[in-house]
């Protein structure tokens, strides 16, 4: 998986709560990507940064936040978790330059009750 | 594992045969493209990409071909194997655009 982990793997909450996602990795890569995988949608993205403390919406951000205060770090946090929330959370990463290829990490499944 | 697509579609072929895998991507504009492999339980994993200035381009068992007209793209698996039964995922990006867009994704299913 590239130099990349993601912890927890697993995580069921409760509706109200905060969960925090983290993505790890090892590559130094300038580039980290936070999406979301459901049945019938593929995968979405949710944010990316494209450096330390630099970050941008994707196109379902609506409900998260993220944080990069490291390079290897990328958090995903959501404030009041939801039932819609629901989904497994893939991090993936990208090098600079002209290569635009991603790499995914092994994802979380989160369910929220 | 994940549960990647309840109605997703699918495509079972016999070991040993070649496997065309289509996609349809959505926006005209785009300039790069990316097939990926999810096996169950895992994240996606890159298979091979393809940019617009190219028409088909070839990897180890496997050729992606794009048709920017109607925009298609499919990607050929040689001598499929068990071991390529997975969900395989289309990508597409535009220049300038960190935003990679995927497609629903189609099963692939080896049979001995």
């Known amino acids: 998986d590239a130099g990349i982990t993601q912890s927890p793997r697993h995580k069921v909450t409760e509706t109200g709560t905060p969960v925090t996602l983290r993505c790890h990795q090892t590559?130094?890569?300038?580039?980290m990507y936070w999406y979301r995988q459901d049945p019938g949608h593929g995968l979405r993205l949710i944010h990316y940064s494209y450096g330390v403390k630099d970050t941008d919406k994707g196109e379902v951000s609506d409900g998260y936040s993220v944080s990069r205060s490291k390079t290897e770090d990328f958090l995903l946090t959501l404030e009041s978790a939801t039932s819609s929330q629901t989904s497994v959370y893939f991090c993936?990463?990208?090098?600079?330059?002209?290569?635009?290829?991603?790499?995914f990490g092994p994802g979380t499944r989160l369910t929220v009750l | 594992g994940e549960s990647v697509g309840l109605h997703l579609p699918t495509l079972s072929v016999q070991e040993g045969d070649n496997s065309i895998i289509n996609c349809a991507y959505s926006?005209?504009?785009?300039?790069?493209f990316i097939w990926y492999k999810q096996e169950s339980g895992k994240g996606p994993q890159f298979i091979i990409d393809i940019r617009s200035n190219m028409d088909k381009r070839q990897g180890q068992r496997v050729t992606v071909l794009l048709n920017k007209t109607v925009k298609h793209l499919s990607l050929q698996i040689a001598a499929t194997q068990p071991g390529d039964s997975a969900v395989y995922f289309c990508?597409?990006?535009?220049?300038?655009?960190?935003?990679?867009?995927f497609g629903k994704g189609t099963k692939l299913t080896v049979n001995p």
């Open positions: 926006n005209s504009a785009s300039d790069y």
């Open positions: 590559e130094n890569h300038r580039y």
């Open positions: 993936a990463i990208r090098a600079p330059g002209t290569t635009r290829e991603q790499f």
């Open positions: 990508a597409e990006n535009m220049g300038g655009s960190e935003k990679l867009v």
